[in-house]
């Protein structure tokens, strides 16, 4: 048995921007977070003719691995109003509700504006109904051992390695560096009075070396894991297996 606990709830309603913090959230079986990557930015040019008509890979979108600009953006939204904020330099520049043509036109044209010299084509706030854009297909939440990500930034990185990076839901404190990487296929996983199934851990790409505060790329993420740790693995996916409420400080057990 090892025991943590939840320290920050993180969820990205719009797959390539900032995420938001949440002191609390429903967990509904089989599903990710309410509103966790509900949105994702395209242009004509990245999704072709076909336009979206359900999940598609990451490689379809804007995000910032191939814009890195976005991480310049800060956010705030209220997912009661589907309404999204943008900041910059802590100062809000525009804002829309999402569900609203008007609403999305007003964040769409900030972006055109925004990134002009960075993409092809115009960028478009597109979603559909009862999907969400994780990485993968399947409904996954992922987790982050905070204390795994002060080890590789410590020995490894040699720098402080922002947990942002790695884009993660549960941020978690106490336990011990790395032991996520040793939970097994399908192990229980329970947080406050929710259960969830092991899965496997997550493989990084080149999105990680992107500072999240300067938008500038300044480590190399996988080539440093692959140096230091033999493996590109950071954080796990996992699967909710019943319902409930996790607040942040909800304990953790792993067994």
């Not at 804007?62 to 999204?84: F, H, M, R, S, W």
């Not at 909710?240 to 057990?253: E, F, N, V």
Request: proline share 4%; with cysteine.
């Amino acid at each position: 048995m090892a025991n943590g606990e939840l320290g920050a709830i993180m969820r990205y309603p719009v797959k390539g921007l900032r995420g938001v913090e949440m002191a609390s959230a429903t967990i509904d079986a089989h599903h990710m977070l309410a509103d966790d990557r509900r949105y994702v930015l395209a242009t004509s040019t990245s999704l072709g003719q076909g336009g979206l008509d359900g999940w598609a890979r990451k490689s379809n979108f804007l995000q910032l691995v191939n814009t890195p600009k976005l991480a310049e953006l800060g956010i705030e939204y209220d997912d009661a109003t589907t309404t999204l904020a943008i900041s910059r330099n802590g100062r809000t520049i525009c804002k829309g509700n999402l569900e609203n043509a008007m609403g999305r036109t007003v964040i769409e044209d900030f972006l055109s504006a925004f990134l002009k010299n960075d993409i092809a084509g115009s960028p478009k706030i597109m979603s559909v109904p009862d999907t969400h854009f994780g990485d993968k297909e399947a409904p996954y939440i992922s987790l982050l051992n905070r204390d795994s990500i002060k080890d590789f930034g410590d020995r490894i990185a040699s720098q402080h390695v922002d947990p942002m990076r790695f884009r993660g839901n549960f941020l978690v404190d106490g336990l011990p560096a790395w032991s996520e990487l040793e939970w097994a296929e399908n192990q229980t996983i329970t947080i406050g009075d929710v259960s969830f199934r092991m899965i496997h851990p997550i493989t990084r790409c080149k999105a990680t070396s992107i500072n999240p505060e300067t938008a500038q790329s300044d480590i190399n993420v996988p080539l440093l894991l692959r140096k230091g740790m033999n493996h590109l693995l950071m954080g796990v996916y996992l699967e909710a297996t019943s319902s409930g409420i996790l607040k942040a400080g909800d304990s953790i057990t792993v067994g």
